[in-house]
């Protein structure tokens, strides 16, 4: 009687798991970076094309040249709609016209008591991080949270400022805003620390907010020795 061979079966299934994971690997990321991006797109023309004339849609247009029997989906077109629009804007804000019309606008919206609050946060926020005159995240540290003896990977923001800087002052040692973030990065926390307490690492923020997305997941290459 002839026995089975089933080490070999085990074999060939065990290499066609091993190239499925392999394509995985290699598939996965461009699957959901394409995934991501049209997703973006999408979303800004979702935003965009409302404001523009029926007669000037996309879709319109592309009909009255191709035909009344087109269907297929136009991205895009918001987005450079949007690029276009932003920088027509900001090389308006440029001159004293464009500041005038921006100081009197800012100046309404002063007067709205919900509106100014988030007008002033929005815009806070976006100066920090567009303006190229301030860094902002520009380390990486790893700081005692949430208890003694653990440690969680921060970003050090910009310095304390105004009543806060004066009241942190007041505790003793120089304090340092680090912003804490929490997997998947979807949120997180903002912590005012001792910045003798704090240990600054030397990977860069783009990898240490890759290690903190995916959990702890992907880590940063080791640096190649210097010859």
Same mark, same amino acid.
């Given at each position: 009687?002839?026995?089975?061979?089933?080490?070999?079966?085990?074999?060939?299934?065990?290499?066609?798991?091993?190239?499925?994971?392999?394509?995985?690997?290699?598939?996965?990321?461009?699957?959901?970076?394409?995934?991501?991006?049209?997703?973006?797109?999408?979303? #800004?023309?979702?935003?965009?094309? /409302?404001?523009? /004339?029926?007669?000037?849609?996309?879709?319109?247009? #592309? $009909?009255?040249?191709?035909?009344?029997?087109?269907?297929?989906?136009?991205?895009?077109?918001?987005?450079?709609?949007?690029?276009?629009?932003?920088?027509?804007?900001?090389?308006?804000?440029?001159?004293?016209?464009?500041?005038?019309?921006?100081?009197?606008?800012?100046?309404?919206?002063?007067?709205?008591?919900?509106? $100014?609050?988030?007008?002033?946060?929005?815009?806070?926020?976006?100066?920090?991080?567009?303006?190229?005159?301030?860094?902002?995240?520009?380390?990486?540290?790893?700081?005692?949270?949430? $208890?003694?003896?653990?440690?969680?990977?921060?970003?050090?923001?910009?310095?304390?400022?105004?009543?806060?800087?004066?009241?942190?002052? *007041?505790?003793?040692?120089?304090?340092? *805003?680090?912003?804490?973030?929490?997997?998947?990065?979807?949120?997180?926390?903002?912590?005012?620390?001792?910045?003798?307490?704090? #240990?600054?690492?030397?990977?860069?923020?783009?990898? *240490?907010?890759?290690?903190?997305?995916?959990?702890?997941?992907?880590?940063?290459?080791?640096?190649?020795?210097?010859?």
């Amino acid at each position: 009687m002839t026995e089975p061979h089933p080490p070999h079966r085990r074999g060939f299934l065990a290499s066609l798991r091993a190239s499925f994971l392999t394509g995985l690997v290699v598939v996965l990321p461009i699957g959901l970076t394409i995934y991501f991006v049209w997703a973006v797109i999408g979303w #800004i023309d979702g935003w965009i094309l /409302p404001l523009i /004339p029926s007669y000037w849609q996309p879709d319109a247009v #592309i $009909r009255r040249w191709i035909g009344p029997d087109y269907e297929f989906p136009v991205r895009g077109v918001g987005v450079l709609v949007f690029l276009i629009v932003t920088i027509i804007v900001g090389w308006m804000a440029k001159g004293l016209i464009g500041r005038s019309v921006i100081r009197s606008g800012e100046n309404l919206v002063e007067r709205m008591p919900v509106v $100014r609050s988030v007008y002033g946060a929005i815009k806070q926020v976006a100066e920090t991080f567009f303006n190229k005159k301030e860094q902002s995240f520009d380390k990486v540290v790893l700081v005692e949270f949430p $208890r003694p003896g653990s440690w969680a990977l921060g970003f050090v923001s910009t310095r304390p400022r105004g009543e806060l800087a004066e009241r942190l002052a *007041a505790l003793g040692p120089d304090m340092s *805003a680090v912003f804490v973030g929490l997997t998947p990065f979807t949120s997180g926390m903002l912590l005012f620390v001792p910045t003798q307490d704090l #240990i600054v690492m030397d990977m860069g923020v783009d990898d *240490a907010a890759k290690l903190i997305v995916s959990g702890g997941l992907v880590y940063p290459l080791p640096k190649e020795p210097l010859d």
